[in-house]
């Protein structure tokens, strides 16, 4: 892979892996209460998760967390891998945005006071889409496209 791609895509990496990594670390302990909150916002729009307690689920999403954060950090965990992750992370976020009655000022997607925090999340889902997208289309080192990509482009060359 070219320096230039790792370059481009370290400050996305970075910010958002520290972030979580925090988040995670920060809900590691969770008391009662808190893992309540979060448990009962979760389950709000998620209805398979009130099979969980509020304290496991707590610990799940900071294990979660910290481990996504682990991975947008560490250089070795490949950029798809790593921006598949925060797609799916960040989109189960936005899905509590979108789903969750007061987030959002009435008929728009527009976020209301209380929405803010959750509609923010926009950009992780940007950060990850982005890192997919990059290391989809990343020519390999050799110069070339990746494997399989080249396929149609051989067809239409005649070869």
Known sequence: MA??????RLPGRLV???FILNAGVGKWSADEE????LHGMAV??????????PKDFARLLAV???ALGSALLLPVVPAALAGAGLTAFSASLL???????????EHSLRPSQQGTALAKDAWMLAIGLGLVA???TQPDSAGGAKPGAGAAASVD???
């Open 95 to 105: 899905g509590m945005y979108v789903k969750t009655p007061g987030m959002r000022r």
């Open 157 to 159: 060359a005649g070869g």
């Open 34 to 37: 808190t893992a309540a909150r």
């Open 134 to 136: 990059d290391a989809l």
């Open 16 to 18: 958002t892996g520290a």
């Open 3 to 8: 320096i230039a791609a790792k370059a481009r």
């Open 44 to 53: 709000g729009t998620y209805p398979f998760l009130a099979k969980l307690k």
């Open 64 to 66: 979660s967390e910290i």
